[in-house]
């Protein structure tokens, strides 16, 4: 279980924040997540990010949804020098499934992208207090999407993990297994009266946005060893984001002894005070009743 807020301001959002995360040492912020969207007439994939797009001809897309970004990596740097910690860390989750055409190599992107948008280092670089960039670890051969986490990678990093943990009788003891027409379903319990059961893996189906979530939390914390977390998402994805964080705690053990997730309206953005009027804001604690 979680509980929400609603704060209206920044200074409201900040108190929160200072109130829920006193006494971490070391915070982790996941925050200017964007779009990456295709170009049909040069056949390029580009970051949806407002500032750092100048093509008249992608201006509809990006007046849609390239306005959260920066918006919201901003703010992810607001609330980590407003809060003490020892240690303080950002990170970026790109969405590159949802505008990225089928048969079009999202890797493309990640070869040509080797930092951070100039609009997002001029930022991080003005930072008052020291700020760490949590990047995914390099590796020897294959894709690398540093400085940006995928998605997409997410999503079958956590199949990849439950496939050997179902394999290996690793799931947790409350894990309902179930074999059905779409193959082998793991669930787990929802906490209603009907106690129907969460589904989060399915052999015949795609891991859902719930499950990168789950995956996002797991991995930062095993890289960071973060004892705070705040996730700054697209209000609409409210359902996953609540259901994936919990999925986290009850899956994969992920021991981050607070997780914020704080969610903001993400179509046409105009600025952070409008954002905040609709803002909506939980906190889940791995300590909870």
Not at 80 to 102: A, F, G, Y
Request: hydrophobic share 35%; net charge positive; with cysteine.
């Amino acid at each position: 279980m979680y509980q929400n807020f609603y704060p209206e301001t920044l200074a409201e959002l900040r108190t929160l924040l200072t109130r829920e995360l006193k006494g971490t040492r070391c915070i982790v912020a996941q925050a200017g997540h964007f779009l990456l969207c295709h170009d049909e007439n040069t056949a390029r994939l580009f970051p949806c990010i407002a500032e750092d797009v100048r093509d008249e001809r992608l201006q509809p897309m990006v007046r849609q949804h390239g306005t959260f970004p920066l918006i919201t990596w901003n703010l992810g740097l607001d609330l980590l020098n407003h809060l003490s910690c020892e240690r303080r860390m950002i990170m970026t989750v790109v969405n590159d499934w949802q505008h990225v055409p089928k048969g079009i190599p999202r890797q493309t992107f990640y070869q040509t992208h080797k930092q951070l948008p100039s609009s997002y280092l001029a930022a991080l670089e003005a930072s008052h207090k020291p700020v760490e960039l949590l990047q995914p670890p390099r590796k020897a051969s294959g894709h690398c999407t540093r400085p940006f986490f995928s998605e997409m990678n997410q999503r079958n990093q956590f199949r990849t993990r439950v496939k050997t943990m179902l394999t290996k009788s690793l799931l947790p003891s409350m894990v309902s297994i179930t074999h059905g027409r779409e193959g082998v379903v793991c669930s787990l319990p929802d906490g209603s009266a009907h106690n129907q059961g969460r589904a989060f893996y399915c052999t015949g189906k795609s891991p859902d946005c719930a499950a990168q979530i789950a995956q996002m939390l797991s991995h930062a914390h095993e890289l960071s060893g973060c004892d705070g977390f705040i996730n700054i998402y697209p209000l609409v994805c409210r359902t996953y984001v609540e259901g994936g964080t919990e999925l986290a705690f009850d899956l994969f053990k992920t021991r981050i002894p607070v997780v914020v997730n704080i969610g903001l309206p993400s179509s046409r953005a105009s600025s952070l005070t409008a954002s905040l009027r609709q803002c909506e804001v939980s906190i889940h604690k791995l300590n909870r009743l």
